[in-house]
Every structure is written in structure tokens, then in C-alpha cells.
């Protein structure tokens, strides 16, 4: 149940994390930070929190998404090493669909903004990869987060989000590896595409992040 609730909220400050590139190269945190406050711009914006508008801003927030959040890495990690094994295709039709798959699952459950603090306590940087600690206040809830970064030589992007302890990667990687034991890619592709098809007719709830069933 936790997990139901922290998802949304969590997927929403990664969101925050987009950003106008800088000319100089940013750090892991000020990646994030300086994007927090132009997404709670958008965020706050009375039209986008208009119901019959919420296609518009989920639409906008994808876009934004995608600019910031490494999905292709995010569904390689996910997969794990079956990945290195697949075409180039096969890799390409999976991202998609788990994008799409996100993008139902979460996106559409995320809330207007309603003035969540965003506080960020520290950055630790190892190579190329880097993570960002920080706090989400909601009223009298407190929930840690942590952002996990891969520097691709340009810039700073997302490629997993933690909350209180629970990787978005791993809760996947941990569905994707049950499939791909017993069966192949194609079957995994289906059965996200299956998943999407399901909510998008309202079959299933977009609170259970399962692909199997």
C-alpha cells in the first residue's frame, strides 16, 4: 500500500527534475534542483489543473519527461542482462512500450501540484553515476527520495528514482526477470503491450504496477 501512494508522488519529483539545459554543465543537484522550480511553475499553472485538461498536462509532463529521464536506460536496467542479448529493435519496442506502460501506470495518477517541498540534502558522485538525496514534505508526511543519475558525457540524466528504500528499476526487473526465465522477449513485450491495453480500458487498476496477469 505504501508503495501505491509513494510511486505517483515520487514520479512527480522526477518529473521536477526537468530542466532548460545550462551552458555550463550542471552537478547531479543542481540538475535536479534548478528543474524543480520550473516544473512547479508548469505545475501551478491553473489551466493545466483544469480536469478536463489532464490529457494536456500529462502530455506535457511526458515530454518534459523524456528530455530528463533516461527511459531507454531505465527499461535496460529493468531487464536486466537479457537486454545485451536482444536486437536493436527488440530493445527500441520495449522502451516504448515501458514508457507507455509508465506513463499509464503513474502519469495518470499524479495530482496537481499541491505545494509539495522539495528539500535536497546531498549529492554523492562516483564516475559516472551520481546520487541525489532528498526529502518530499506533503503536509505532515516526509518522504525520502533518492535520484539516481548517469552522466552521458552532455548531462546529468535520471535513470531510477528510490523512495523510502523501494527502486522503481528493481520493482520491475524483479516482474521482467520472472517472464524472461521462462519465456522469451516477444512474450514480454506483449504482455506489457497486453497491460497497457488493459488500463487503457479500464480492466485493471493502475495501482497494482504488475505486467504478469
Known sequence: MLKKILFPLVLLCALLAAATVSAAKQTPMERVKEGA??????LSDPALQDEAKHDEAISTLRKTAEEYIDFRLVTM???GKPWLKMSEQM???LTEAFVQLLERTYLKRIPAYGGQEVKYDKEL???KKAKVFTEIIDKDKKIVVEFRLRDTGEQWMIYD???EGVSLVANYRSQFSEILDT???EDLLNLIRERIQKLDRGEVDASEDKVQG
Open 77 to 79: 536496467y529493468s531487464v
Open 91 to 93: 530493445q527500441s519496442d
Open 125 to 127: 558522485v562516483a564516475g
Open 183 to 185: 519465456g522469451s522477449p
Open 37 to 42: 522550480d520550473k516544473l512547479i511553475k508548469v
Open 161 to 163: 528514482v528510490v523512495a
